[in-house]
């Protein structure tokens, strides 16, 4: 990380640390401005790019553009989404953003604008583009993107796991997906690899799964078929992970996994709990297997 690198980092935590605490007050204030700033505001994410990219001589144009664009066309997206469905059942236009989003991270759209070693940056972009859109101006309902954690999180969360690690060890064994090792680092790194997994893997993927397209498609579907779509869509994301090729050990793994992290979610809908498990589960799978 260099010191650039660190600065975009900051800023880019920024609106996510705002909405992990303040989402309530962040939506009412953003609520009281005029239409034409609500939608210029979030042009501002592209601060990070802009000083990353120069830092390391690989500005282009078209990037800048993408970048300052994106986040404004989802504010624009879900405000006619707010106006045309204010029951919140869904709208294309939540399709549309979902699968622009999705399909970014897991094809790596955007990641040549980075420099090596700083590409996680443009994940965390489309957190806040995505964050700013559907909890500031469509105020999602019913997400749970809440990180003043509770006693309960820690309950619901490690249960989860509980139920799922004697599925996954022996189905991940027998499939060879998973080797038992031997991997015994000091506490405090074993204790930061865990917190880095939480904050930059799990809170990523269950705001996404969970608090959005889960929460979406149970008002749809009901609570049953949205879990177990989730599920699939979210074991499908893991088709090209590790591996070259269409990775189906680890998509089969990965939807199991989901049902887990959407139970989690679900029970009293709340992004933290399925958080605890999703990083305790990548945390034990890099210490022991």
């Known amino acids: 990380m260099t010191p650039t690198g660190i600065v975009g980092l900051a800023l880019e935590l920024i609106p996510a640390v705002l909405f992990a605490f303040a989402a309530e007050q962040v939506a009412r204030t953003v609520s009281g401005w005029r239409k034409a700033v609500r939608l210029a505001v979030p042009a501002i994410f592209v601060t990070p790019y802009l000083l ?25 997206l879900l405000m006619q989404a707010a106006v045309l469905d204010p029951e919140q059942r869904g709208n294309w236009r939540d399709a549309l953003i979902l699968l622009v989003l999705g399909l970014a991270v897991d094809l790596r759209w955007f990641e040549s604008a980075w420099p090596n070693g700083l590409r996680a940056l443009n994940e965390l972009f489309l957190v806040d583009a995505g964050l700013y859109g559907f909890l500031a101006i469509r105020q999602l309902s019913g997400t749970g993107f809440d990180f003043h954690l509770r006693w309960s999180d820690w309950k619901i969360g490690l249960r989860e796991l509980a139920f799922f690690a004697p599925i996954v060890i022996a189905l991940g064994i027998a499939l060879g997906f998973i080797h038992p090792h031997r991997n015994l680092p000091g506490l405090g790194s074993a204790a930061l690899r865990w917190i880095l997994i939480f904050l930059f893997t799990a809170v990523p993927e269950e705001l996404f799964f969970r608090a959005w397209v889960q929460n979406l498609l149970e008002r749809r579907l009901g609570r049953r078929a949205a879990l177990l779509l989730a599920s699939v869509i979210f074991g499908l ?53």
């Open 237 to 289: 994301s893991h088709f090209n992970k590790r591996s070259a090729h269409f990775n189906w050990r680890y998509v089969i793994l990965a939807a199991i996994a989901g049902i887990f992290y959407g139970r989690a979610w679900r029970d009293q809908r709340r992004v933290p709990a399925s958080t605890i498990t999703h990083a305790t589960v990548d945390w034990l799978w890099g210490l022991w297997f």
């Open 52 to 76: 990353v990219s120069i830092s390391a001589h690989i500005f282009r144009w078209q990037w800048f553009a993408l970048y300052a664009a994106l986040p404004v066309v989802i504010a624009w």
